[in-house]
T-cell receptor, first 114, second 116 residues
């Protein structure tokens, strides 16, 4: 059982839709992350939030908009996505006080863009 | 340009024997290394990690070795069990001097198959 919960597990949306991916953790972690994983590829970092502030944005297109409403929640707002954005989106969290703490992942949201 | 490389896409090992998974990295700034295990339809599960001040870390059946001069790390699983069959990802990150979080850079993964 994962301690990082992602919803929904699957999402199919059209290119003009607006949807949101949600991630929740109750481990008291202060760093949260979004990764994107295409088929047969490794996860690739998108965003890092540290103490609810965006600290790293890996040049992600603006059609992906992250939000961290509080220390337990992380959202990824989606708008006007392209078919190539279809992928598994993984959320992770870690303690932020020290850098040498592992990230714990959710099971991901599998996103399909029609 | 891949900064973390796992050159074996797959590895087949007999049950009870040792599994050795290898990983190389090119970025000398990396100072924290992790191994994750991934089953289909699940997220990566953290297995074991090592910081650059150590050359070995052991946790039960899992041992990670780090050779900084060669920029190489390996994961040893002894003895291998059928439930170990999964994709194993090597990952690396930088530890910021003031603390703080950095994202992980992953290798492409090695599919470990444990044969009965």
């Amino acid at each position: 059982d994962t301690e990082v919960t992602q919803t929904p597990k699957h999402l199919v949306m059209g290119m003009t839709n607006k949807k949101s991916l949600k991630c929740e953790q109750h481990m008291g972690h202060r760093a949260m992350y979004w990764y994107k994983q295409k088929a047969k590829k490794p996860p690739e970092l998108m965003f890092v939030y540290s103490y609810e502030k965006l600290s790293i944005n890996e040049s992600v297109p603006s059609r992906f908009s992250p939000e961290c409403p509080n220390s337990s929640l992380l959202n990824l707002h989606l708008h006007a996505l392209q078919p190539e954005d279809s992928a598994l989106y993984l959320c992770a969290s870690s303690q932020d006080e020290l850098g040498n703490q592992p990230q714990h992942f959710g099971d991901g949201t599998r996103l399909s863009i029609l | 340009d891949q900064q973390v490389k796992q050159n074996s896409p797959s590895l087949s090992v007999q049950e009870g024997r040792i599994s050795i998974l290898n990983c190389d990295y090119t970025n000398s700034m990396f100072d924290y290394f992790l191994w994750y295990k991934k089953y289909p339809a699940e997220g990566p599960t953290f297995l074991i990690s090592i910081s650059s001040i150590k050359d070995k870390n052991e946790d039960g059946r899992f041992t990670v070795f780090l050779n900084k001069s060669a920029k190489h790390l390996s994961l040893h699983i002894v003895p291998s069990q059928p439930g170990d069959s999964a994709v194993y990802f090597c990952a690396a990150s930088v530890i910021f001097s003031g603390g703080g979080a950095d994202g992980l850079t992953f290798g492409k993964g090695t599919h470990l198959i444990i044969q009965p």
